[in-house]
């Protein structure tokens, strides 16, 4: 079931979406880091509707059914 929102999620708040939040706040990025900033946006929102789940399974269930 926490698949499941995650996924609605990042079906309803596309990067591209993320990305221009995080530009217009002055937050772009300057370096390639290992995590891109719109993901880490993804990671922070998932975490806040799963507050009891640790940082793990909150990464299992952002990324869950993603090819990398």
């Known amino acids: 079931m926490g698949s499941v929102r ?6 309803g708040f596309l990067p591209e979406s993320a990305d221009e939040v995080i530009a217009e706040c002055g937050r772009a990025e300057r370096w390639q880091w290992l995590l891109r900033a719109w993901l880490v ?3 922070v929102l998932v975490m806040c509707l799963f507050v009891g789940q640790g940082y793990e ?3 299992r269930l ?7």
């Open 6 to 11: 995650a996924g609605v999620l990042t079906q």
């Open 41 to 43: 946006v993804y990671f």
């Open 57 to 59: 399974e909150v990464a």
């Open 62 to 68: 952002l990324t869950h059914g993603w090819s990398v």
